[in-house]
């Protein structure tokens, strides 16, 4: 969607767990920045990825196809790849596509840091 708010990150801490969490738009544009970021975070071999989705107010095919190349690669790393909290528009494309079955998805009342 053009125009939207453009995509943000931000790293707190849930119980010792680092989380990624995305805020803004995730669409063809914003979806590379999204992946660097994950890469980025990979380069530390985490036990556990995972990527907040509270604030994501609209997500397309792009957004998606990110958070299964990186929950792939933590499985062929034997880590854990986990989306927390998210929104409907995500919710629906997970719900669409069927991923929603392969992927870890957790909601909680955590605050952001």
Request: aromatic share 6%; with cysteine.
């Given at each position: 969607?053009?125009?939207?708010?453009?995509?943000?990150?931000?790293?707190?801490?849930?119980?010792?767990?680092?989380?990624?969490?995305?805020?803004g738009e995730l669409d063809m544009a914003s979806a590379p920045?999204?992946?660097?970021?994950?890469?980025?975070?990979?380069?530390?071999?985490?036990?556990?990825?995972?990527?907040?989705?509270?604030?994501?107010?609209?997500?397309?095919?792009?957004?998606?196809?990110?958070?299964?190349?990186?929950?792939?690669?933590?499985?062929?790393?034997?880590?854990?790849?986990?989306?927390?909290?998210?929104?409907?528009?995500?919710?629906?494309?997970?719900?669409?596509?069927?991923?929603?079955?392969?992927?870890?998805?957790?909601?909680?009342d955590s605050a952001q840091a």
């Amino acid at each position: 969607m053009e125009g939207g708010p453009p995509l943000s990150f931000t790293e707190f801490s849930v119980d010792g767990q680092l989380r990624l969490a995305v805020a803004g738009e995730l669409d063809m544009a914003s979806a590379p920045l999204l992946l660097r970021e994950i890469e980025r975070l990979e380069l530390d071999r985490p036990h556990t990825l995972a990527v907040d989705l509270r604030d994501v107010t609209f997500m397309d095919v792009s957004g998606l196809r990110v958070l299964l190349e990186a929950a792939q690669r933590a499985r062929s790393r034997q880590a854990a790849f986990v989306i927390f909290n998210p929104r409907s528009c995500a919710s629906r494309v997970f719900g669409l596509t069927a991923v929603d079955q392969e992927l870890k998805i957790v909601f909680d009342d955590s605050a952001q840091a």
